[in-house]
């Protein structure tokens, strides 16, 4: 056999020469290279690994047979622990980027402390464990050389800080900008979008004004001076120490901007049937334990509330909502309960996550990351069919690349939330109705059971993706 | 630090490459600023040592140990919602 027809690189991991990942029948592994030879020895001998991986900061890894590399050179093979789902920056809501943030300055004081440093500080190194963020990036610490300034530290106000800051001191819906920007917020352009007041905090005058003034000045130092400028810069490591202290107070004073949105109450404000919802939630139960699915989408998820029984009954719930406040609320109460299987994250599903960055292949869009064992559509399909206008076969075929089994709920054309959704334009919509919805779904699905929801007109359907063949 | 660590790091910088270049670009603005914001909150931290020490000093006949350390990688090490 050769080593190398069955491995394949990961497509995002190309840029750190430290090593790559993997694909090799399969299983995720991380080639490293000779070059990263000190590095990783410190890492495991300063006791760092074991320190980080221990309190579950970082992702564990095991050493495997070095014949297993992908191509010639490797100093090691590595195969990572495995996570459910890898969320991306601009599907989070603001207290996953800002406890992300304050993980990464977590994970580098700790390297600190044990002789190393972190070499990047890019979002994309954090994912999430439920509501927990975990540092996935093995190769992104290096020995401490003292004197040397931070080379994340760029990165870090880019990724983390500018978007934070224009979340809470101008709009919550900026964090959605990072799907632009891969490599985090310009900081000239955060300069110019946050509000004057902002140049009063030290912390962001310095990290944030400061900092894009700089770079403008120095920008074509390089070509000028051959980088002899950027080497002349030191930082002592008490330095250092104070430079992520002034970030972490900058990362902390921020809360996000509330502005009121559609569904942050909706729970609370609906005339919603007590009965018709507790008929539901029984449903969904007994979905949940006679399937006991691994991976679970609720789509359309709001706080979270349907989600929480398929997480709290072992599954690895994704919680999707399009309102960020309600993705907020959700994550903060998934925290607070340090849940580890109930992941909130923005989308919406008029406009899923797409494929991005270099190729269409370093970020994979949401139906690359699926599909899901189950997926939830709950007081969910009246949005896309009435309030986008999708026909109900585009939604059929859409659920059928993200999910292999779907409990989706049909609410009808005179149910009240779809008379508030007409209220105010033409009803273009005369296929619109159950007999409609069931052959739609019926060429992708086969439907295994339905219920109707007592105390409404709604009707729940429970039904399994067709083979090709079928 | 133990001193079994502090003399594996020392090692380890010795056999270490001695042009570390980042492979991403740090920016000289970047760099430069970090060297000025660092020098500032350096003092800072120095300072709030320092007055740390003197609280502690007068402080340890009623009450609280002397702590050395301000800033611990464990102070941080709480929850990720510090909040």
């Keep these: 056999m050769s080593a190398e027809d069955r491995a394949t690189r990961q497509p995002a991991s190309f840029r750190d020469p430290s090593g790559f990942l993997f694909f090799r029948d399969g299983v995720l592994l991380r080639q490293v290279e000779a070059s990263y030879a000190v590095h990783l020895r410190a890492l495991h001998d300063s006791g760092l690994y074991d320190a980080l991986v221990g309190s579950g900061a970082l992702v564990a890894h095991e050493e495997v047979a070095l014949e297993l590399a992908a191509r010639p050179g490797a100093l090691a093979v590595l195969r990572p622990e495995v996570l459910p789902f890898v969320s991306y920056p601009y599907e989070w809501c603001f207290g996953q980027l800002r406890a992300a943030a304050l993980h990464t300055l977590r994970v580098q004081r700790q390297a600190l402390a044990h002789g190393m440093c972190l070499k990047d500080a890019s979002a994309f190194n954090v994912a999430f464990v439920g509501a927990r963020p975990i540092f996935i990036d093995t190769l992104s610490f290096e020995v401490y050389d003292e004197g040397r300034p931070w080379v994340g530290y760029r990165q870090f106000c880019q990724h983390f800080l500018a978007p934070l800051a224009l979340a809470a001191h101008r709009d919550l819906r900026l964090l959605q900008s990072l799907r632009t920007s891969l490599d985090g917020f310009p900081l000239d352009l955060a300069s110019g979008l946050l509000p004057w007041r902002t140049r009063l905090s030290p912390h962001l005058y310095a990290h944030i004004h400061l900092h894009a003034r700089m770079q403008a000045r120095h920008a074509d130092d390089a070509r000028s001076d051959g980088g002899a400028r950027a080497r002349r810069a030191t930082v002592s490591r008490r330095g250092l120490e104070g430079l992520l202290d002034s970030l972490e107070s900058a990362v902390k004073a921020l809360r996000p901007a509330s502005p009121k949105t559609e569904w942050g109450d909706y729970y609370r404000e609906t005339n919603y049937v007590e009965a018709a919802f507790e008929a539901k939630r029984e449903r969904v139960v007994q979905v949940l334990e006679a399937r006991s699915p691994g991976l679970v989408f609720d789509f359309g998820a709001n706080t979270g509330e349907f989600a929480r029984l398929a997480s709290e009954r072992g599954a690895f719930t994704l919680a999707f909502d399009v309102d960020p ?34 190729a269409h292949h370093e970020r994979a869009s949401l139906v690359e990351r699926g599909p899901a064992d189950l997926g939830l559509a709950l007081a969910l399909v009246h949005h896309l069919a009435i309030g986008n206008n999708v026909p109900l076969d585009d939604l059929a075929n859409a659920f059928a690349e993200l999910v292999q089994t779907l409990l989706i709920e049909f609410v009808p054309k005179h149910d009240s939330q779809v008379v508030r959704l007409l209220a105010t334009r033409a009803d273009v919509f005369p296929d619109y109705d159950r007999d409609h919805f069931e052959a739609a779904f019926a060429r992708r699905f086969v439907l295994r059971e339905s219920w109707s929801i007592p105390g409404s007109e709604r009707r729940l359907y429970l039904m399994e993706q067709r083979a090709p063949s079928d | 630090m133990p001193t079994r660590t502090v003399l594996l790091v020392a090692t380890l910088l010795v056999l270490a490459p001695a042009s570390a270049q980042a492979y991403i670009d740090p920016g000289t603005g970047s760099y430069v600023l970090q060297a000025v914001v660092s020098a500032v909150a350096g003092s800072l931290v120095a300072l709030r040592m320092y007055w740390q020490r003197i609280k502690a000093a007068l402080g340890s006949r009623s009450e609280s140990p002397p702590r050395e350390v301000p800033e611990s990688s464990e102070s941080a090490a709480r929850d990720p919602q510090d909040t």
């Design chain 1, 325 to 358: 406040v309600a993705v907020e609320r959700a994550f903060a109460d998934a925290s607070a309960r340090r849940d580890e299987r109930l992941l909130p994250l923005r989308m919406d599903l008029t406009n899923p996550s797409p494929a991005l960055g270099w």
